[in-house]
């Protein structure tokens, strides 16, 4: 029985909560990162505002800070030396209108701005005692000021823990002098591409082989994610070798979590099924396409996931099932943009299995790109979403909506 896509779905859920459960219980479950490395960083827990935003009452144009009761009285007024932004200003005089620039701080007694182009003269000159300028009468009071903590109040709320930091959050913290942020750590990945037929790019082909894109194409897939790549490398296609290198890695880096790609269908030589079945793992074969073959479990305390060897299996077991566990247990990344959209031309796939194709989204339609065949790299590189068929109809027709996940 081929086990459903929801159902191994659960179970790669539950590997990586448990793997997470496990680094929170080892007190591993919070790290400080310079603001400036924290982009795309989840918070820890909630961080409270050391200060007002804004820490004093401001003025939000160039013009003249007044007395609001005084506009009532009368309209001409004393020119006072003038506040520049990032000096401290004195009392408001009586009688005086004082020339402010944006940003700059309010003087005591001054309750609202009148813009320098509402003025006579409305531009500003050199301060010379004696000056005087005409402004508006009954100036209301708080026009054009930035009162004290009307943005944020000190010793409130910043940001919840479990917030996404990206580039509005970063400002905000950086706004409140906040310089380190405590953080989630991000889930520590060891990656190994298995088969003596791959070659590392850059290396020389022998006969019968081909160029690794797995260890590349998963490890930036695994960093799009918010994961850290500890270490990722090829593994000759021997059970032996696959063991020690395994256990080598697993004592050195100390990996939350293990992703192997190839080694685990039916063939002669599936080195992963080889080295790990009768443990902890479990392999099994899921209703989907591509991405058939699939595995789960522990090795010791270690989680570990094995995918499929040919790349767009691959990379389409991480988009199925890893990626949205690590939404859900950790908050990062985001889930895709999951749309309905007509396709752009029929597709046909077979009876009882999900079949997830490559696509192409203009805004209008999806038009599929290639063929179903977890080979086609090319077709992988064209496109921008991957279709979801599941079960139920062998051929959809031009027109009909689909399911898209956006890539």
Not at 7 to 29: I, K, N
Not at 226 to 250: H, K, M, N, Q, Y
Not at 383 to 405: H, K, M, T
Request: with cysteine.
């Amino acid at each position: 029985m081929r086990r459903a896509v929801s159902e191994h779905r659960q179970q790669v859920l539950d590997l990586v909560r448990s793997a997470w459960q496990r680094r929170l219980a080892e007190g591993r479950g919070e790290e400080a990162v310079p603001l400036a490395g924290a982009l795309h960083r989840v918070l820890a827990r909630d961080l409270t505002a050391p200060v007002s935003l804004p820490p004093f009452a401001n003025s939000q144009m160039d013009g003249y800070a007044v007395s609001s009761r005084a506009t009532a009285a009368g309209t001409v007024f004393a020119v006072a030396p003038p506040v520049p932004a990032g000096r401290a200003a004195g009392p408001l005089p009586p009688g005086c209108a004082v020339p402010v620039m944006t940003g700059a701080m309010l003087p005591a007694g001054a309750d609202a701005v009148v813009p320098v182009e509402q003025a006579v003269p409305d531009t500003f000159a050199p301060f010379e005692p004696g000056r005087t300028v005409v402004l508006p009468a009954n100036v209301p009071a708080g026009q054009y000021v930035r009162a004290a903590g009307s943005d944020i109040a000190a010793g409130t709320c910043a940001l919840p823990a479990g917030a996404m930091l990206k580039a509005g959050q970063l400002g905000l913290l950086a706004a409140l002098g906040i310089a380190e942020v405590p953080v989630r750590p991000r889930l520590r990945v060891l990656l190994l591409s298995t088969g003596d037929e791959v070659v590392a790019p850059g290396g020389t082909l022998g006969p019968g082989q081909i160029y690794d894109a797995n260890t590349t194409l998963l490890s930036a897939a695994l960093a799009e994610a918010g994961c850290d790549v500890a270490s990722a490398r090829i593994v000759a296609d021997a059970p032996e070798a696959f063991t020690r290198a395994l256990a080598e890695d697993v004592e050195r880096l100390a990996p939350d979590l293990v992703v192997s790609s190839g080694g685990i269908s039916k063939g002669a030589f599936e080195v992963v099924k080889q080295a790990l079945a009768g443990g902890g793992v479990d392999f099994a074969s899921v209703a989907m396409q591509p991405g058939g073959p699939q595995a789960a479990g522990t090795v010791g305390e270690t989680a570990f996931l094995g995918f499929p060897g040919n790349p767009v299996s691959s990379l389409v077991s991480f988009e199925m099932f890893l990626r949205p566990a690590l939404s859900s247990v950790l908050a990062v990344p985001a889930p895709r943009t999951v749309l309905q959209v007509p396709l752009a031309a029929p597709v046909e796939s077979p009876a009882g299995i999900h079949q997830v194709r490559r696509g192409r989204y203009d805004g209008a339609a999806v038009m599929p790109v290639g063929g179903p065949g977890s080979h086609l790299v090319h077709a992988l590189a064209r496109s921008n979403a991957l279709i979801q068929l599941p079960p139920g109809a062998a051929r959809r027709e031009a027109g009909e909506n689909v399911e898209v996940w956006l890539i």
